[in-house]
């Protein structure tokens, strides 16, 4: 691991209360779900990598979700969110709960008896006319959390999907996707690649496509770097396309950045120009594509690879109407070099 993926507390800050909590999970699902729908109307992605990408950002809310529970009744630990670019919660907080998940039998026996606390709780609220106490709300917080979490729904650093085989597509017959957790950014990224194979089959190959993927292409890099790393370790595979899709930053009120759309709109939050809810997503897709070969190595050990050149990068910024207006005010040039002008999204009434 090199000195840039090194993830410590003081990257991140931290949602100190419910009300902030509930804030920042309804902003970032409503963000999210209004970003895919409209990439699918936008055509920004195709069928098959669309229908990848809703899974994969599926495992991302879950896991938001899980935090939610997590930190609900929990006044000493709060949730940690990035401090550079990203608007996203910190690494650590998925690496805790995988840890959490890990330990949940040991959790579960030292918590009360769940009937017992139902019991409890209905005589004191009706019988005694009381509250319940901040310790019962804990226990109750947990017993949920460690309960109703399913460990195999969190996004994990890596995340890798299953290969399938495109119909009437004879150059690429075969698509592979994966997701990663980039440590350094503290961002989501999806990626695809389209391919063929050479003197195997896919249910002989796939293991090994597998733990290369995760090897060589679990964390942020140039395109054409993981293609070539790939296109190296994978002898009998033959790579014909790359996309990876960077899912962020997130721009909202929670935000540290010292990104240009961040600042417009905190400035618009603070001046009471813009609601506490309003946000933005930026996203962006590189693709690389094979246009040729090359041979590499000596006589007794050459190996075809492949020539590649690259798109230029795809850049998108989702956001309501009223934020758009103020992009275009306060930073024209940058709104302008955008792929496409700001795709509006509704508006989030808390």
């Known amino acids: 691991m090199s000195i840039n993926q090194i993830v410590t507390p003081l990257d991140s800050a931290v949602l100190e209360n419910k009300e902030q909590y509930s804030v920042y ?3 970032v699902k409503h963000a999210f779900g ?3 729908k409209n990439m699918e109307i936008y055509d920004i992605c195709n069928t098959l990598e669309l229908s990848f990408l809703k899974q994969y950002c599926e495992l991302l809310m879950y896991s938001l979700e899980a935090f939610r529970v997590k930190y609900l009744f929990d006044d000493e630990e709060k949730m940690r969110i990035d401090l550079t670019e990203s608007g996203f919660p910190n690494y650590l907080e998925f690496r805790y709960l995988i840890n959490d998940l890990a330990l949940r039998k040991e959790h579960i026996d030292k918590l009360p008896d769940p009937n017992a606390l139902k019991e409890e709780f209905l005589e004191t609220l009706l019988k005694h006319k009381e509250p319940i106490s901040k310790r019962r709300l804990e226990q109750a917080g947990s017993i949920v959390y460690y309960t109703s979490v399913e460990k195999n729904y969190i996004f994990r650093r890596f995340v890798q999907g299953k290969i399938i085989k495109i119909e009437n597509s004879k150059d ?3 698509l592979v996707s994966w997701s990663f957790y980039d440590v350094s950014k503290n961002r989501p990224f ?5 391919f063929d194979l050479y003197k195997t089959t896919l249910s002989e190959y796939t293991e090994k496509i597998y733990t290369v993927l995760e090897q060589s292409a679990d964390r942020d890099m140039s395109l054409d770097m993981m293609a070539y790393a790939l296109d190296k370790k994978l002898s009998k595979l033959l790579p014909k396309k790359l996309r990876k899709v960077d899912l962020g930053p997130l721009h909202n009120v929670f935000a540290k950045d010292e990104l240009e759309i961040t600042h417009v709109l905190l400035e618009g939050i603070i001046k009471k120009t813009l ?3 309003a946000c933005a997503v930026s996203l962006s897709i590189d693709e690389i594509f094979s246009t040729g070969t090359f041979t590499e190595g000596s006589f007794l050990s050459k190996q075809e690879l492949q020539l590649w050149e690259t798109r230029k990068t795809e850049k998108y910024v989702f956001t309501s109407h009223r934020v758009m207006q103020m992009l275009y005010d306060r930073i024209p040039e940058t709104i302008n070099k955008l792929t496409k002008e700001p795709i509006e999204i509704p508006s ?3």
């Open 275 to 277: 609601d506490l809810s």
């Open 34 to 36: 209004e970003m895919v």
């Open 190 to 194: 999806i990626c695809f690649m389209y």
């Open 172 to 174: 690429t017959p075969y």
């Open 25 to 27: 999970f309804k902003v």
């Open 348 to 350: 989030l009434k808390l």
